[in-house]
């Protein structure tokens, strides 16, 4: 029997992995994709609707109360600036974390909505820089402040959704 040269064994190697990937394509069936692709996402109600400058206790321990806000002019070094906002405002957030565990700030969120009108964050300068990075102690206090900036006028509709976990609080007001 003759031996195969390198080459010959390039060829077998390169021939054995090409058939197994046409038989592997051939038996993995893809799951069968409705004929409608078009998915339902169903938005969980807040855990509460509370006023601004309503404190709020989600239970653990956790209490959370958003500020009247108030309007500010926006400087060039802020996020977001280039989005021209009709209307920004500021708010103080105070969480406060009664409960025997850290809070990790990774799972607070803050979404801002207008009506039909775009909202988006605004921070970096003036001191309204967003939630604090590190973790809340057990037992401890914190407030910052948050900004938003709106494609609406004053006195229109303002939504704040908070999420704090599981838990999703909405703050109902109007912009300032």
Do not use: H
Request: aromatic share 6%; net charge negative; charged share 20%.
């Amino acid at each position: 029997m003759k031996k195969l040269s390198r080459k010959q064994w390039i060829l077998v190697i390169v021939f054995v992995v090409v058939a197994g990937g046409i038989l592997r394509s051939v038996t993995n069936q893809a799951p069968e994709v409705p004929k409608d692709k078009s998915t339902l996402v169903q938005e969980e109600a807040p855990t509460a609707s509370i006023a601004f400058d309503s404190p709020l206790d989600l239970g653990g321990g956790i209490t959370v109360t958003v500020s009247s806000p108030s309007n500010f002019k926006p400087t060039i070094f802020m996020t977001n600036i280039d989005q021209k906002p009709k209307t920004s405002n500021a708010f103080d957030v105070t969480i406060k974390n009664g409960g025997k565990s850290d809070l990790d700030f990774t799972t607070v969120s803050l979404q801002a909505a207008s009506g039909s009108n775009v909202c988006f964050d605004v921070l970096g300068d003036l001191d309204i820089n967003g939630a604090p990075t590190e973790a809340l102690k057990a037992g401890s206090e914190v407030t910052y402040k948050y900004g938003v900036g709106c494609q609406a006028a004053s006195g229109e509709p303002l939504t704040l959704t908070v999420r704090i976990g599981e838990e999703k609080v909405q703050v109902e007001g109007k912009l300032a």
